[in-house]
């Protein structure tokens, strides 16, 4: 997993793939792929993902870079790598 600590919180690099049945986080191998259910029009796959992300670790997430790409940076506020790693194992099993 692409986890790198800053001094503002945890920054991860993820993988989205748009208009999915359902929302959800994929860990394999190296990466993390987020399944999401909206059309990549007008932001909204980026408002899911935020919202999605932000109620899973239950802290402020940006969106950092990768505005319009399928790759795309997220920082997760306030939050140490272990605990984010944690939580995406958790996922994975």
Excluded: H, W
Aim: charged share 35%; hydrophobic share 40%.
């Amino acid at each position: 997993m692409r986890i790198v600590q800053t001094k503002y919180g945890s920054m991860l690099e993820v993988i989205v793939k748009p208009k999915s049945d359902k929302f959800r986080i994929a860990v394999q191998g190296d990466e993390i792929i987020i399944y999401c259910r909206e059309e990549p029009e007008r932001g909204k796959v980026n408002k899911e993902l935020i919202k999605g992300f932000s109620r899973l670790f239950r802290a402020e997430v940006a969106l950092v870079s990768g505005f319009t790409s399928k790759k795309k940076r997220l920082l997760i506020k306030n939050a140490e790598t272990d605990e984010i790693q944690r939580i995406l194992l958790l996922l994975q099993s």
